[in-house]
Nanobody, 119 residues
Framework: VQLQASGGGLVQAGGSLTLSCAAS????????MRWYRQAPAKERELVAV???????DYADSAKGRFTISRDNAKNSVYLQMDSLKPEDTAVYYC??????????????WGQGTLVTVSS
């Protein structure tokens, strides 16, 4: 199973960016999907999570500005980021709980995509 993230880039403060992440491989079902981020010299932090049923939760720093969504048919998760701030600059990682058969679930990580917000 692989998670491929894309959509990072350079954006000015106040701008928007959408990240995408697709899971591929020997997948029975994808359960919860998440976005994390890691800024320079900081620990990785959870930004947002969405269940298979579509229920979402956000870090306080993301509430009101970011929207997580998913497409179960495509095994994909998205992060729409609006009103971006310089402090949102980080490498963003997607993460998913993937069932490879009806009995076993594993956690997988994408490779990370860099988001840089200029002031």
């Amino acid at each position: 199973v692989q998670l491929q993230a894309s959509g990072g880039g350079l954006v000015q403060a106040g701008g928007s960016l959408t990240l995408s992440c697709a899971a591929s491989g020997d997948i029975f079902r994808v359960n919860s999907m998440r976005w994390y981020r890691q800024a320079p010299a900081k620990e990785r932090e959870l930004v947002a999570v969405v269940t298979r049923g579509g229920s979402a939760d956000y870090a306080d720093s993301a509430k009101g500005r970011f929207t997580i969504s998913r497409d179960n048919a495509k095994n994909s998760v998205y992060l729409q980021m609006d009103s971006l701030k310089p402090e949102d600059t980080a490498v963003y990682y997607c993460n998913a709980d993937v069932m490879v058969n009806k009995n076993y679930e594993y956690e997988y990580w994408g490779q990370g995509t860099l988001v840089t917000v200029s002031s």
